[in-house]
């Protein structure tokens, strides 16, 4: 049986914590900053969670066991 294969763009993308929560950074910060306020922009750079409706698909991208 052929190994099972982690998803590139995830393991990029997320990192496990130790409690087993999955940490992500927020989207919208890569460009076209002009418009968007400092507290926005502020905001957007520190790390959020997955929320837990989204937890089983992105475990299933990084190959972790439920």
Do not use: C
Not at 17 to 39: F, P, V
Not at 46 to 66: P, Q, S, Y
């Amino acid at each position: 049986m052929p190994k099972q294969k982690t998803n590139s763009g995830a393991k990029k993308r997320f990192k496990l914590t130790g409690s087993g929560k999955i940490k992500r950074a927020h989207a919208y910060k890569s460009h076209i900053l002009t418009k968007k306020s400092t507290k926005r922009k502020r905001g957007l750079t520190h790390m959020g969670l997955v929320h837990e409706a989204d937890m089983g698909n992105v475990k299933r991208m990084l190959g972790i066991g439920k």
